[in-house]
């Protein structure tokens, strides 16, 4: 495993997501994703309830490999950097332990800085560095 700063990690990660260029956001997709590397998301309430209601246990949004994360990264930035003038930012408490990293990140009101949400982040690394699966906590 090569040497990762956890913070710098956080950092560049919570970045693309804040990226209005598409070629750049690929770009940044690109170095910091396995290329079969997978986005996991833990659903709000509202969807995690309607799939209990049809009788799925358990419930999780998932991307996997470049183009499919890349489209994820992207309807974020639509919905919540465009339309809605949020940006993101970690929290100081990005922590690595061998191949995990963990930390928190905030939703931010970009105009007025206001904090509005946020949640927490487990990345598994492969041994290159790059994301192999991204757990993500809205909320949390």
Do not use: C
């Not at 070629?23 to 659903?43: F, S």
């Not at 963990?102 to 990345?123: N, P, Q």
Request: zero cysteines; proline letters at 3%; aromatic letters at 8%.
């Amino acid at each position: 495993m090569i040497e990762i700063d956890a913070q710098a990690l956080a950092d560049r990660y919570l970045a693309q997501w804040t990226e209005p260029d598409a070629a750049a956001r690929r770009a940044a997709v690109e170095r910091l994703w396995a290329g079969n590397g997978t986005h996991i998301l833990r659903p709000p309430a509202e969807i995690r309830e309607i799939a209990e209601e049809l009788g799925f246990a358990h419930t999780a949004l998932e991307a996997q490999g470049h183009d499919a994360i890349e489209s994820r990264v992207a309807r974020s930035y639509e919905q919540f950097v465009e339309k809605k003038g949020f940006t993101f930012r970690r929290r100081t408490d990005a922590m690595r332990l061998h191949g995990v990293v963990h930390f928190g990140w905030e939703t931010v009101v970009e105009a007025t800085g206001d904090v509005v949400g946020g949640g927490s982040e487990i990345l598994v690394l492969d041994d290159d560095g790059r994301i192999e699966a991204d757990y993500m906590f809205p909320g949390a």
